[in-house]
């Protein structure tokens, strides 16, 4: 039994047949503070994969996986935010270092 993905202390598990999805995240330490909850699911040796909620009961060799949020909080905004001020700032000193826009014949 594996969990991957945004959890604490990802990796095998020891498998319990009396165990949900949910419990063996908490074995592991718990999800991190970028998991999606909502997105968890099981994929089963056989190749197919549920949603938590919707899986049946789990196997040996079960993976649980727990996916990442795209962007959380306003710490992600304010990242994003740095990027393209960097971007502008770049454009800008190559626009004053060449002197204005490039044209024909220079």
Do not use: H
């Not at 969990?3 to 995240?25: A, D, I, S």
């Amino acid at each position: 039994m594996y969990v991957v993905g945004e959890v604490k202390n990802p990796g095998g598990v020891e498998f319990r047949p009396e165990l949900t999805p949910r419990e063996y995240v908490t074995l592991v330490g718990g999800p991190t503070p970028r998991a999606k909850l909502k997105g968890v699911f099981v994929t089963f040796r056989n190749g197919k994969s549920y949603a938590m909620a919707d899986a049946p009961a789990l196997e040996p060799g079960s993976v649980v996986t727990v996916p990442e949020v795209a962007v959380k909080w306003w710490q992600d905004y304010v990242a994003i935010a740095q990027v393209l001020a960097s971007l502008v700032t770049a454009y800008t000193g190559i626009f004053i270092l060449f002197n204005g826009p490039l044209k024909n014949g220079n």
